[in-house]
């Protein structure tokens, strides 16, 4: 671990810490569309183990959640294409458990991000969009989604120009 201090950036400010911290920080984003239905855009950061696949993670994952999540079940099959400008991989999946009486369902989008020399060197960082409803998605919920996703564009490694 680097004992160099850098300063870390967070919207409501920004602290000192050590160095090349990874970030596994999770946005939450609520929103309340036209008809008065509240919803959440959940956005988490996550690593695949060493030859692990978005597959495997995504069981991994699920094996997780039946152990620990009231009525946790994964609903329909998962698809696998590419979104955003720049046409990323991402397998989408859906689920839904028990959460005060009442089912909450959730869509996730599993990006796989390029590589990168600093942020993602061993090509192995995923970050997941998820949309989390109480009952079911409204047609707003689903295109907002559907923008934010399609609308994701990952950092680039700066080009070196070599003279």
């Not at 160095?19 to 950061?45: A, C, T, W």
């Not at 699920?62 to 294409?81: D, I, Q, T």
Request: glycine residues 4%; contains cysteine; charged residues 25%.
């Amino acid at each position: 671990m680097s004992k160099k201090p850098m300063s870390y950036p967070i919207n409501e400010g920004t602290f000192v810490t050590l160095e090349n911290p990874e970030d596994q920080s999770i946005n939450i984003l609520r929103y309340m569309d036209d008809d008065h239905n509240p919803y959440n855009i959940l956005i988490n950061r996550a690593t695949l183990e060493t030859d692990q696949t978005v597959d495997d993670f995504c069981e991994k994952q699920w094996e997780k959640m039946k152990r620990s999540v009231p009525g946790f079940e994964v609903e329909g099959k998962n698809l696998k294409h590419e979104i955003g400008p720049a046409k990323l991989p991402v397998l989408q999946t859906a689920n839904k458990f028990l959460e005060d009486g009442g089912w909450v369902r959730q869509v996730s989008s599993i990006i796989t991000l390029p590589w990168h020399p600093q942020l993602n060197p061993d090509s192995r960082k995923l970050l997941v969009f998820t949309l989390a409803v109480n009952n079911d998605f409204t047609e707003a919920q689903r295109k907002h989604y559907v923008r934010i996703i399609n609308s994701f564009i990952p950092v680039e490694a700066p080009i070196s120009v070599e003279n």
